[in-house]
């Protein structure tokens, strides 16, 4: 499965953004979907995932009820809708894929996209 992450961009505080993962190659497999952020000198951290059929989501406390995860299938596509932006929200956000449904669990996925930095300003 390859994975490319886009939308990221520079908005301000309070703004929103919609980040998009496109998905190639065998994506019949994927069990969960998951969004990831990162911050220079930190570890990279869960920030939500749609895992299964039935497309349940899941979030850190830091984003709940300001994100949105969903997924496309047609289009073999995963949003990340992000609305009330802080400037804490600042990392760069990866999309990843795994066959399994331990979504916090960073080394259950095994496809990373490539990042796309998102700045949120005061």
């Known amino acids: 499965v390859q994975l490319q992450a886009s939308g990221g961009g520079l908005v301000q505080a309070g703004g929103s953004l919609r980040l998009s993962c496109a998905a190639s190659g065998r994506t019949s497999s994927v069990y969960t979907w998951g969004w990831f952020r990162q911050t220079p000198g930190k570890a990279r951290e869960f920030v939500a995932a749609i895992s299964g059929s039935a497309g349940s989501t899941y979030y850190a406390d830091s984003v709940k009820g300001r994100v949105t995860i969903s997924r496309d299938n047609a289009k073999r596509t995963v949003y990340l809708q992000m609305n009330s932006l802080k400037p804490e929200d600042t990392a760069v956000y990866y999309c990843?894929?795994?066959?399994?449904?331990?979504?916090?669990?960073?080394?259950?996925?095994?496809?990373w996209g490539q990042g796309t930095l998102v700045t949120v300003s005061s």
């Open positions: 990843a894929s795994s066959y399994y449904s331990d979504y916090a669990e960073i080394s259950s996925y095994m496809n």
